[in-house]
């Protein structure tokens, strides 16, 4: 009569899986915290943007009220030119109230009409308003603030638009 011979299988060691769950949870746990880490990096950056913009839409905006005012082109178009100095700010540019630009740095873009979530907004409410986009090009990420201009009393009578990069 022939010997059956079994083979008994043996399973992996009770170190190896305790040293495997051990490894799988940590990294799991780096890999959770890293992600948390990101996103709340990235709020805190636009909320940083968003004051930095906003600060430069009020400054922006009494003198650009005053140019209105005034009727002076002149100081509307150096205003846009020495926002466009600061490498954060990507585009500078006024609308009158139907959307139409009447200031931009480049002269072929005037007349163009512009619409946007915050223009609207900003139409509707009368106060400054933030979107988050895209660039022209559309390949990075930048905050659009939108600024309603009062030439006489509390008449809205243009709007600055500017974005800033991220």
């Given at each position: 009569m022939k010997r059956m011979i079994t083979k008994k299988r043996k399973g992996f060691s009770l170190t190896f899986k305790v040293s495997m769950t051990i490894t799988l949870l940590i990294t799991f746990l780096m890999l959770g915290m890293g992600t948390m880490t990101y996103f709340m990096n990235q709020r805190v950056l636009i909320q940083q943007e968003t004051r930095q913009g906003k600060s430069i839409a009020m400054l922006a905006g009494d003198i650009m009220e005053n140019a209105m005012k005034s009727n002076d082109p002149d100081t509307m178009l150096s205003v846009i030119s020495f926002m466009k100095e600061d490498p954060k700010i990507t585009q500078v540019?006024?609308?009158?109230?139907?959307?139409?630009?009447?200031?931009?740095?480049?002269?072929?873009?005037?007349?163009?009409?512009?619409?946007?979530?915050?223009?609207?907004?900003?139409?509707?409410?009368?106060?400054?308003?933030?979107?988050?986009?895209?660039?022209?090009?559309?390949?990075?990420?930048?905050?659009?603030?939108?600024?309603?201009?009062?030439?006489?009393?509390s008449q809205t009578s243009a709007y600055l638009h500017f974005t800033t990069d991220l």
């Open positions: 540019y006024v609308t009158d109230i139907k959307g139409e630009m009447i200031a931009h740095d480049q002269q072929e873009r005037l007349g163009n009409h512009m619409q946007s979530r915050a223009l609207s907004a900003a139409m509707d409410q009368g106060t400054l308003q933030v979107q988050q986009t895209t660039s022209e090009t559309g390949d990075r990420p930048v905050l659009l603030f939108v600024l309603p201009l009062q030439s006489t009393g």
